[in-house]
């Protein structure tokens, strides 16, 4: 079986700070590591939440995501590159963006 590489993801940057920036530390809290196999993989720290949308666009924090987005990757790529099978633990849907551009770099998935 393949181990599990938990990254933490703690980032509301594309929603609002309700809560769900809790959700890694909750999970780890109630034995998720306690799985045969899991192992941490290190926690990757949103930059600070900008409450205002981006005129253009209408987007919470985009240039957050976008930079966050590119530090995600790089932690999921290193997972990916050790063997192990990345669980990315977050907050908002945002953080699919860093985990998609980690498999991007490595051809094409679906």
């Known amino acids: ?20 920036q809790e959700l890694p530390a909750a999970l780890l809290d109630a034995g998720l590591l ?9 926690r990757v720290e949103p930059p600070a939440y900008v409450p205002g949308r981006d005129p253009d666009t209408g987007v ?3 240039a957050g995501i976008a930079e966050y987005s590119v530090r995600l990757a790089d932690a999921v790529a290193g997972v990916l590159d ?10 908002d849907c945002s953080i699919l963006l860093g985990a998609l551009l980690a498999l991007k770099r490595r051809g094409r998935h679906g």
């Open 1 to 20: 079986m393949q181990e599990l590489a938990i990254i933490e993801a703690p980032s509301v940057l594309g929603l609002r700070p309700t809560g769900v």
């Open 34 to 42: 306690d799985r045969p196999g899991a192992v941490r993989a290190g």
């Open 60 to 62: 919470l924090n985009s």
């Open 82 to 91: 050790t063997g192990r099978f990345p669980v990315v633990l977050g907050g």
